[in-house]
């Protein structure tokens, strides 16, 4: 009797504990700390994105490596955490990977950009005028002279059975020979003057022309070109195409620190809004003081690996490395910015080598669908098992009722999230849960039918079936255990849900059933058991 | 109620037939392997990506998969794959497969928001979006090789532990033949590889598995108890006897595997057509491959039980 105590206060426990875990379910209010524990979702199923980085610290001596590692591991944390995703999750995973996983998220690129990127911050000077018109005057000749080389200028190129003027968008006197146009790079910047756009149509043109090593080549040697980043608030307005000095006037990592003040004062330009502190190394006040020095007037641009963020005007000499980047910035151009020059001072080159993104609508449709085949699932095995076993059925379903209650409510106490495969083990929990309990019903059918009182069959039912229910759930556990080590997110999930499937499938068949059963036998005498 | 109450089917004298029957299915899977099966972007690398471009208003004409392979190939993109998914509320997802070096999913926004932009209304318009790098995809192959013959091993370590050396033995080439024509099925059907199958498989392994144990389970108990009895009745016997538990559990679980297939969306119904495919094969396969593989390998012994009864002329 000790032990059916022991038995029944198991079960009790069990069950209150799955209680706690899934009433923050409920619609209903809850102290705080109550509502928290709520099954949590996987990227897959809320939205969100997971990226794996690759640090390339191949060309780091053997010491250096795992400091590189971290330090990018560093980086990219302080980068999520100042764009502000509720619950990131930033993971090393084996010797020079992290895995970043962004749930919730929804401004993909930004994220994409913030976080992929290897960071190579530079200081250059854009150059002159009379550089930026010389460049330009190669690049037209160049094009003209080579257009056949890159197939989509196609549209430059005059056809010359038909009418030239209708294909030409500017009236352009062209020579009757010529078939190039003269102005392709002219026109591709859209304007004469300064500074030089690139329009959302013309865009695709001009990164594919940067792209090719041939073209870049023709730029006038000390000088390089390069885009200004897309503009977040609006991917499709003009982009800047900078003509730069190659020369590297200072690092990131002359930057010391580099944060987000908002303006002060009476001046109504500067008020209220955001700009950006800079504070340079000791070295790198010094440098910046001559270069600002003796280029007043002229634009600095900020140039992350080969894009240009900003280019602002030096005002003046700036001496003791206290510097502030000021204009029409949004705050969050500037908190950009800012993280930008922050982690500006990566060690080893990172890469993204695996990118995986669910957008909001798919998350809550896997939702609606994970639910409802659950639902028709459950129903037509209820609606079987009663329908063969009866009484003993009815034990079963409720068996299985409390199966899901706990696998949900484990998942929740062990903080796993629910994904989609997740659902999907579940779903099939709901058919391999019957099995102990066909398992048992069966083996006492058997018992009966060789003549043994209800007692004695129920007893010896449960005994013999607990030798195959132990036999057949171990192995598979073995796959279960297996899959979770090879699987990552979803994956896992799964591996997850089906494992607490088969154990609380054990303990409702052996214990809950088994409780279930005598209390009907041993309340009213039983002689008889239909199953 | 009762289904296959007191059987009686000879299953071990038809055992032949069954051979016959899984050896062609197997020889299908083993080209299927040989062939190369077709892998998702999991394994090879690529770019699979997923946009909700639904008409603006429900009387405007859909987006044709022709209008964008047309867009795409203007921009020399000539490798990409397009698919036409229905949505719940009657949307219209389009699904872009890559698995070409080079291709990169933002290109194929930039160019949809370029040629399309009134089928693009919602800033949620992206559904899914994966890049997967070649090196990934190579890793990913080999360790799910690994997953797979690692847990092979784990179970006949077990079951040998449990049972004896051929019973684990006859149990893994069962499964080998469940993992094999499931491959060889989704081979046929032009299913994809990828991730969430080869969890499949091993949950196929698994839930194939569990059924085999069942019958041996209850032939290990009737060996001992029909002492003079050949293997071959034996088997048979066992076989009959958890012959209802095999058909209900099969039940069950096809049903739940069946609804998950029918309601759970574009994105599990691959992985649930592979569970159904193991339910039904799993379960022939414990009766039909893995307990007469017992009765070839016992008749090997030299114990004085006979292997089969002479049927009585």
């Not at chain 2, 062609?24 to 998702?40: N, R």
Request: glycine fraction near 8%; proline fraction near 3%; charge should be negative.
């Amino acid at each position: 009797m000790k032990k059916r105590k022991f038995r029944n206060l198991l079960i009790l426990a069990v069950l209150l504990v799955t209680i706690y875990y899934l009433v923050p379910l409920l619609p209903v209010e809850l102290p705080g700390f109550w509502t928290d524990k709520r099954v949590r979702l996987g990227l897959d199923l809320q939205g969100g994105m997971q990226i794996m980085l690759e640090v390339d610290h191949s060309e780091l001596p053997e010491a250096e490596k795992d400091d590189a590692v971290r330090s990018a591991v560093e980086i990219v944390r302080n980068r999520i955490d100042q764009f502000g995703v509720a619950e990131p999750s930033i993971q090393r995973v084996g010797s020079n990977r992290i895995m970043v996983q962004l749930p919730g998220l929804q401004e993909f690129d930004r994220a994409r950009e913030l976080i992929g990127r290897t960071a190579l911050l530079e200081f250059k000077l854009v150059a002159t005028a009379e550089q930026i018109e010389q460049t330009r005057e190669g690049l037209d000749k160049y094009l003209q002279e080579n257009a056949e080389k890159y197939s989509f200028l196609e549209r430059f190129i005059l056809d010359p059975d038909i009418d030239q003027l209708s294909l030409l968008e500017d009236e352009e006197e062209l020579p009757e020979e010529e078939a190039v146009a003269s102005n392709i790079f002219t026109r591709l910047t859209s304007s004469q003057g300064l500074p030089m756009m690139v329009s959302n149509q013309d865009l695709p043109i001009i990164q594919r022309l940067l792209e090719s090593e041939e073209f870049r080549n023709q730029v006038p040697s000390g000088l390089m070109i390069t885009l200004e980043r897309e503009n977040r608030l609006d991917p499709r307005a003009d982009r800047e195409l900078y003509v730069l000095l190659e020369k590297t006037e200072l690092t990131g990592s002359m930057l010391e620190s580099a944060d987000v003040r908002i303006g002060s004062g009476t001046d109504m330009q500067a008020s209220n809004r955001p700009y950006v502190s800079l504070r340079f190394s000791r070295e790198g006040a010094r440098v910046f003081e001559m270069v600002t020095g003796q280029n007043i007037r002229r634009r600095l641009a900020i140039v992350l690996d080969g894009i240009v963020y900003t280019a602002p005007v030096i005002q003046d000499r700036i001496r003791g490395g206290e510097a502030r980047i000021t204009g029409t910035f949004s705050l969050e151009e500037t908190q950009d910015l800012v993280i930008v020059l922050r982690a500006g001072n990566l060690p080893a080159p990172v890469e993204v080598i695996e990118e995986r993104t669910v957008g909001p609508t798919l998350g809550a449709d896997s939702v609606r669908s994970g639910l409802a085949a659950a639902l028709l699932g459950l129903l037509l095995v209820m609606l079987f098992i009663i329908f063969y076993y009866k009484v003993p059925g009815l034990i079963a379903n409720v068996a299985l009722l409390v199966n899901m209650a706990i696998v949900m409510g484990a998942l929740t106490l062990l903080g796993a999230a629910l994904t989609m495969p997740g659902i999907a083990g579940i779903i099939l929990t709901i058919g391999m849960a019957v099995d102990a309990n066909v398992l048992i019903f069966e083996r006492i059918r058997e018992e009966l039918k060789s003549g043994k009182t209800v007692r004695t069959a129920v007893d010896a039912g449960f005994n013999r079936a607990i030798i195959t229910i132990l036999d057949a759930n171990i192995t598979t556990l073995i796959t279960a255990v297996v899959l979770y080590q090879f699987g990552t997110g979803p994956i896992r999930g799964f591996a997850v849900t089906l494992s607490l499937g088969i154990l609380a499938s054990m303990f409702t068949a052996l214990i809950m059933v088994k409780a279930m059963f005598e209390a009907v036998i041993t309340n009213k005498n039983r002689t008889e058991l239909s199953i | 109620m009762r289904f296959f109450e007191n059987t009686k089917i000879d299953f071990i004298s038809k055992r032949r037939i069954a051979y016959i029957v899984s050896i062609i299915l197997i020889i299908v899977g083993l080209v299927a392997l040989i062939a190369g099966p077709k892998f998702s972007i999991d394994f090879t690398g690529g770019v699979s990506l997923e946009l909700d471009m639904s008409p603006p208003t429900p009387d405007h004409p859909a987006l044709r998969i022709d209008q964008i392979r047309e867009a795409l190939l203007e921009q020399g993109m000539t490798d990409v794959e397009i698919q036409t998914i229905r949505g719940q509320d009657e949307q219209t997802f389009f699904l872009f497969k890559a698995q070409a070096e080079g291709t990169e999913s933002a290109e194929i926004i930039r160019l949809m928001r370029e040629k399309f932009p009134e089928y693009i209304g919602s800033p949620g318009f992206i559904r899914l979006q994966e890049e997967v790098g070649p090196r990934i995809g190579e890793e990913l192959k080999g360790k799910a090789i690994m997953a797979i013959l690692i847990s092979l091993l784990g179970i006949i370590i077990y079951i040998w532990w449990r049972f004896e050396f051929t019973f684990g033995v006859a149990a893994v080439a069962a499964l080998f033949h469940d993992v094999l024509i499931t491959v060889g099925i989704f081979y046929i059907t032009g299913r994809e590889i990828s991730l969430a199958i080869v969890a499949a498989l091993l949950t196929i392994v698994g839930y194939s598995l569990n059924d085999t144990i069942v019958v041996f389970d209850r032939i290990r108990e009737d060996l001992k108890i029909y002492r003079k009895e050949s293997y071959g009745s034996v088997i048979n016997h066992s076989i009959n006897e958890t012959l209802s538990r095999t058909i209900i559990t099969s039940m069950t679980t096809f049903v739940v595997v069946l609804s998950l297939y029918l309601l759970g969306g574009s994105v599990i119904r691959d992985f649930a057509f592979a569970l159904m495919v193991g339910v039904i094969v799993g379960t022939y396969s414990s009766i039909f491959v893995a307990s007469p593989i017992l009765v070839e390998f016992f008749g090997q012994r030299q114990t004085g039980r006979k292997l089969i009864h002479k049927k009585k002329a």
